[in-house]
Structure formats: C-alpha cells, structure tokens
C-alpha cells in the first residue's frame, strides 16, 4: 500500500509539474569511478579515448554513501543500483552499501564486470539476498574477451565463467532464487558475431536473462567501433535463427523474459540511422520526459544529475548538501517544469 501512495505522489508531481511530492523510486549510485578493467567501448577507459580529459579517479567515502542510502529510503525510494563510470566491486565498502539498502528494506542492484567477484563474495552475495546481479560480459569466449577488454586476456574469461558457475552452485545448495543474475551484452563490430553464442553460453550457465544492447559511441573516437550494414544484418540473422522455445523461455518477468528487451534490441539493430550511433531517436523525441520524478543519479564525485546522460546539469553535490536537499531545491523543480 505504502508503495502505490509513493507511486500516486510521483504521478501527482508530474501532473502539477514542478514539484516532487516524494523521492525518486529508482536511485544509480555511482560509488567509484575506479576501474580495473578498460573495455574497449567504454564511455570512460576504453584505449581509444586516451588523449582525451579523462575524469579523475574519485569515490564516494562510506560515511557520504551512507547518510545518501538513508536519505533515499527516507524518502521512498524502491530500487538501488550501483554501477557507473567504474567498477563497484573495487569500491572498498561495496558490500557494506550493499547490506544497507537491503537492510532499509529497498531492493539492492549491482552491475560489474564480475572480476573482483570471489567466491567468499558469491557466498556473501546470496546470503545477504541482492536482488540482482547484472554481469557486463561483452563475449562468449576467452578470444572475443580478449578483443573486447585489451588490457587483460582471455583467462580472465575463464575466472568468470567459474564465478558464473558458483553462483549456480551455492543458489542451488541453499535453495536460493537470489541474486537474478543476468549477462549484459553491449555489441559492437568486434564481437557481433557471437550475439547466437552468448544466449548459448547463458543458457548454458543457468543465468536468470541475457540482455543486449548497442555501444553508445563518442564521436572521432569510440564511433570507430560502430556496425556497418552486412554486420547490423549478420545480427538480424543470428536473432531470427533463435528457437521458439529460447524465445519462450522464462525470465527476470516470467515466460518470454529470459531474452531480456530483446524486441528493442532487434529494432535498434534495425533502425535508420544505427550506422550513426543514433538509436531509437524519433521515438525519444515523440515522448514527454517524466525522469525527474520517478529516477536519479548520484556520481562518484557526489553530483547529482537527472539522468544517464545529464553530466552538464548538476543538480547538487552530496559532499556539500543531503540528498534530500538537493532533490527538493529549486534547481531540480526547475528542471522537471521544462
């Protein structure tokens, strides 16, 4: 009941249209900018932006971490998920943070690159009960791995494909059905080809979904790694050759769900202007924005910003005002009337 009210006040807010009646419902805690990895599509430490003012290695201290993560149960929030610019399994209070939003009753998301995943961590992971595990892989072997992530090799592969393994394992002994754990795939013209492969491989580790989405490219530099036409269609190709009964298979959301969004993979693959690096455009362009209700983005240097893709428009910095603060000030209200 509490949930639907929270629910009702955030639509009221859109409809009054300057005001949030209450917190957001989804929060994306940036914890570090830290990265022990440098995926070659990366917005942040692909080898292909070197050169280039790349943002400085920051993190958020626990004792700011935790008063945010208590300023949005406060405030409704539902979901927490910690990804961002680094990997953060590096942070070091990664799994304090973790325990917390559980603990205030919020759901607990984590994406990584599952690297600094122990076992001991697979163990502390299903005991603590995370709600979801999302593992940006990126290949279904060791060789593809290597092309995608340069500054390691494709034994790295094979370490994650035995933490992969262990998450079946302990789950299955504990007769636990959490962490989901969903593969993340972002495809590219290096590793297209393996898009059949890595719904095998999924299947093959008993994931809960596989997921698959296009990289976001930065021109004259990352836009290098964009699919041509015969490539966009080898994926066209690979999506049409999968089984019914895959298609069918049961998920995060029930049956159908195993594959997950793979209809919005499909039509991105497909859409006009793909070659470009620009997806799904008229349709984002057609739809009003309600994001500053209902999502926000904590950053690793303590901004918060409104979206995904809201760098320019801080809205305030968690090191010098609570969350909470920020969320209701001016300059956020101002942002949700336009």
């Not at 979206?307 to 910095?317: D, S, T, V, Y």
Request: proline content about 5%; overall charge neutral; some cysteine.
């Amino acid at each position: 009941m509490q949930k639907t009210y929270r629910q009702f006040l955030r639509y009221a807010g859109c409809l009054q249209g300057d005001e949030a009646f209450t917190g957001p419902k989804r929060a994306e805690i940036h914890l570090t900018n830290k990265c022990n990895l440098d995926c070659i599509a990366c917005w942040t430490f692909s080898p292909l932006l070197r050169g280039t003012n790349q943002l400085p290695q920051v993190e958020i201290a626990w004792n700011k971490a935790e008063r945010l993560i208590r300023d949005l149960a406060k405030g409704g929030c539902e979901e927490v998920l910690f990804v961002g610019g680094g990997e953060p399994m590096v942070h070091p209070n990664i799994m304090e943070a973790l325990e917390l939003v559980k603990s205030l009753g919020m759901s607990a998301f984590v994406t990584t690159n599952m690297t600094p995943v122990t076992p001991k961590r697979v163990q502390q992971l299903v005991e603590m009960g995370v709600d979801r595990v999302y593992v940006s892989l990126w290949a279904a072997s060791p060789e593809v791995y290597d092309i995608t992530h340069p500054n390691v090799s494709g034994e790295e592969f094979r370490k994650i494909d035995s933490i992969l393994r262990e998450f079946d394992r302990i789950k299955s002994e504990r007769g636990k059905l959490k962490p989901e754990v969903i593969i993340h795939n972002v495809i590219f013209n290096r590793n297209y080809h393996e898009v059949g492969a890595m719904i095998d491989y999924a299947i093959a580790r008993n994931v809960q979904a596989v997921q698959f989405t296009l990289a976001y490219t930065l021109p004259g530099r990352t836009d290098v790694l964009l699919m041509g036409e015969e490539q966009r269609g080898e994926v066209i190709r690979q999506l049409d050759a999968i089984p019914k009964e895959i298609y069918a298979k049961a998920g995060i959301h029930g049956a159908g769900s195993f594959l997950w969004e793979i209809d919005i993979f499909r039509s991105r693959v497909a859409g006009d202007r793909t070659v470009e690096g620009r997806y799904d455009t008229p349709l984002l362009d057609s739809l009003p924005c309600r994001i500053g209700w209902f999502f926000t983005v904590i950053r690793a240097n303590g901004d918060v910003i409104p979206c995904c893709k809201g760098q320019l428009k801080p809205m305030g910095n968690i090191n010098n005002e609570s969350f909470q603060e920020i969320w209701n000030n001016s300059k956020y209200n101002t942002f949700r009337n336009k």
